[in-house]
């Protein structure tokens, strides 16, 4: 699977969306990228998934450039809740569905 | 909404002892796995189960653990010999019609 890159951390205010990068470089065509988050040890919560298209539902927006090297998940209106520690995840989307889980982004909500 | 159960919550067990782990996976999912997190680490696969098989495992899964879904409904995961090693909390997942993995909220193991 294609490896990707996300910051180690990152703040947001409160209300504000959180834009939330990752890089998947190696991606290749029949892999999509997966957004999980995991708050404070409970089990990791699927947000969304894309293969090239932009895609939205009531969590959240991913972003995939064109080119696919990269994403964006956006969080439209950050709260306190939404702390947690965000992996982005390339995987087969058939074949294979196990995860493989890097170190991720701790976002950080203040108030 | 429909979610994956997992019990017990905490469980704590003396070092060489059996345990096992349930879990209750959506209904209507086909694919059915365990993860493992040891504390502050990242979470790690451990095996993935299918049509009533092993479908893939990891190096950590060795002899020492097994799955099976004994009933149709619960999915358990045991370690036969329990060592300190194994401390962490585990994460059963099943996978329906979206492929996404949806997981519960595990079980967090304690060996002492």
């Known amino acids: 699977d294609a490896k990707t890159t996300q910051p180690p951390s990152m703040d947001c205010a409160e209300g504000r969306a959180a834009n939330l990068p990752c890089n998947h470089s190696?991606?290749?065509?029949?892999?999509?990228v997966y957004w999980y988050r995991q708050i404070h040890s409970q089990g990791p919560q699927y947000i969304i998934h894309g293969l090239k298209n932009n895609e939205t539902n009531e969590m959240a927006s991913l972003i995939i450039t064109e080119d696919r090297k990269s994403s964006t998940l956006i969080l439209p209106h950050a709260t306190l809740r939404d702390t947690a520690v965000y992996y982005c995840?390339?995987?087969?989307?058939?074949?294979?569905?196990?995860?493989?889980f890097g170190a991720g982004t701790t976002v950080t909500v203040r108030a | 909404e429909p979610e994956v159960t997992q019990t017990p919550s905490h469980q704590v067990t003396q070092m060489g002892q059996e345990v096992i782990l349930r879990c209750v996976p959506i209904s209507n999912h086909l694919y059915f796995y365990w993860y493992r997190q040891i504390l502050g680490q990242k979470v790690e696969f451990l095996v993935s189960?299918?049509?009533?098989?092993?479908?893939?495992k990891s190096e950590i899964f060795d002899d020492q653990f097994s799955v099976e879904r004994p009933d149709g409904s619960n999915f358990t995961l045991k370690i036969r010999s329990t060592k300190l090693e194994d401390s962490a909390m585990y994460f059963c997942?099943?996978?329906?019609?979206?492929?996404?993995?949806?997981f519960g909220q595990g079980t967090r193991l304690t060996v002492v």
């Open positions: 190696t991606i290749s065509g029949n892999e999509y």
């Open positions: 997942a099943s996978i329906g019609v979206i492929y996404a993995a949806f």
């Open positions: 189960f299918y049509n009533n098989e092993i479908s893939e």
């Open positions: 995840i390339v995987r087969p989307f058939l074949n294979d569905y196990k995860l493989s």
